[in-house]
């Protein structure tokens, strides 16, 4: 999810910090945000009683409609995903993957080639959204961090670890007095949020959530500890250029208010 996204159903989604290094090489390292939650839970939170989407026409996040592809992938190879997709047991709707043509069934790839309109503009728009994010903030966090974690053997090769949004919270709430009073009340939401999600587990009493219990304090403790430095302001720096603050503003969509769903 991009961080727009995130800030935008803040009461929903536990917001995070991912790190990856490529398979290919220790020196290639990327940073992005995604949603967090409890593995062992197997469902998104968005997700109703009634097993629809309740954010649906919410501002739905853009990964989710380029589902079953993947907007890492080049469109000349997203067959190949739906093959994986449908040879895994593990993922949620493979059986709607079939090959060939079926009256049952839409046709998305043809010989090789997405054809599908409406999700060639998913994959566009997860695509752009990803895009953004690196323009707004991904570069510039990753310049200021690239030494240390080009050091860390904490990266696995072909995965990611977690931390909690503090690094993005800092750099946004830097760019002006807006940024750094939407920064409070997303740190607000999720301690609130995370509260709530430690207490169900609690009552879950299941012994795989331990880890993701101890890593969600954690998330707790440092949101609890930004937000005493923003409140005194510390870490907050002027931008100069004015215009760029207000693009940034209207990037994480202070002009269309706070949805906290």
């Not at 993005?168 to 709530?196: E, P, T």
């Not at 923003?230 to 207000?246: C, F, K, M, P």
Request: charged share 25%; hydrophobic share 40%; net charge neutral.
């Amino acid at each position: 999810m991009s961080l727009p996204e995130l800030f935008r159903h803040q009461g929903l989604f536990v917001g995070c910090l991912a790190i990856r290094r490529a398979a290919s090489g220790m020196r290639d390292i990327s940073v992005h945000t995604q949603a967090f939650d409890y593995a062992t839970l197997n469902r998104c939170p968005a997700l109703g009683e009634d097993l629809r989407c309740s954010i649906h026409d919410k501002g739905k996040p853009a990964v989710c409609a380029v589902v079953p592809f993947d907007a890492d992938v080049p469109d000349g190879l997203q067959h190949a995903v739906l093959l994986s997709r449908n040879r895994s047991e593990n993922y949620i709707g493979a059986n709607c993957i079939v090959a060939g043509e079926s009256a049952d069934h839409d046709v998305v790839v043809r010989d090789g080639r997405l054809v599908d309109s409406g999700y060639i503009d998913a994959l566009a728009r997860r695509r752009e959204a990803v895009r953004i994010d690196r323009h707004y903030w991904g570069d510039a966090l990753l310049r200021l961090l690239r030494s240390e974690l080009s050091a860390s053997a904490s990266i696995p090769a072909a995965g990611y670890f977690t931390l909690p949004l503090v690094p993005v919270l800092q750099f946004v709430a830097g760019v002006s007095q807006s940024c750094r009073v939407r920064c409070l009340a997303y740190i607000d939401s999720q301690i609130a949020l995370i509260d709530r999600m430690l207490v169900a587990a609690l009552q879950r009493k299941t012994s795989q959530d331990r880890d993701t219990t101890r890593e969600l304090r954690s998330f707790n403790n440092a949101y609890a500890l930004l937000r005493r430095q923003l409140e005194r302001g510390v870490d907050n720096r002027s931008i100069v250029d004015q215009e760029y603050a207000r693009n940034f503003e209207a990037y994480l969509e202070l002009d269309a208010g706070t949805v906290a769903t």
